[in-house]
């Protein structure tokens, strides 16, 4: 399983960023998590193939995440961004409930003014 994201950068506060994580193939859960310097790794937003979704509380109402199935591609769609949602964002995706989690390369999100 491949995972290729792209779509960080360098925003403003109270701006706006789309991310995208292409998989090689069909995948049952795809998500994005976030590490900031001498933090843990943070489930940041997360969709099932049936279109389920889950949120950490503090993106909730600001980030929207969804997916293109025939695509294999999930996005995640960040507005209203703060300088405490800088951090490396990693793609992650399960082909099926118990499968091994797969890992994309990180992309920088900074919001700084």
């Known amino acids: 399983v491949q995972l290729q994201a792209s779509g960080g950068g360098l925003v403003r506060p109270g701006g706006s960023l789309k991310l995208s994580c292409a998989a090689s193939?069909?995948?049952?859960?795809m998500g994005w998590y976030r590490q900031a310097p001498g933090k843990q790794r943070e489930l940041v937003a997360s969709?099932?193939?049936?279109?389920?979704?889950a949120y950490a509380d503090s993106v909730k109402g600001r980030f929207t995440i969804s997916r293109d199935n025939p695509k294999y591609t999930v996005y995640l769609q960040m507005n209203s961004l703060k300088p405490e949602d800088t951090a490396v964002y990693f793609c992650?995706?399960?082909?099926?409930?118990?499968?091994?989690?797969?890992w994309g390369q990180g992309t920088q999100v900074t919001v700084s003014s």
């Open positions: 193939g069909s995948m049952w859960l």
């Open positions: 992650n995706a399960r082909r099926f409930p118990s499968a091994t989690p797969n």
């Open positions: 969709i099932t193939s049936s279109t389920n979704t």
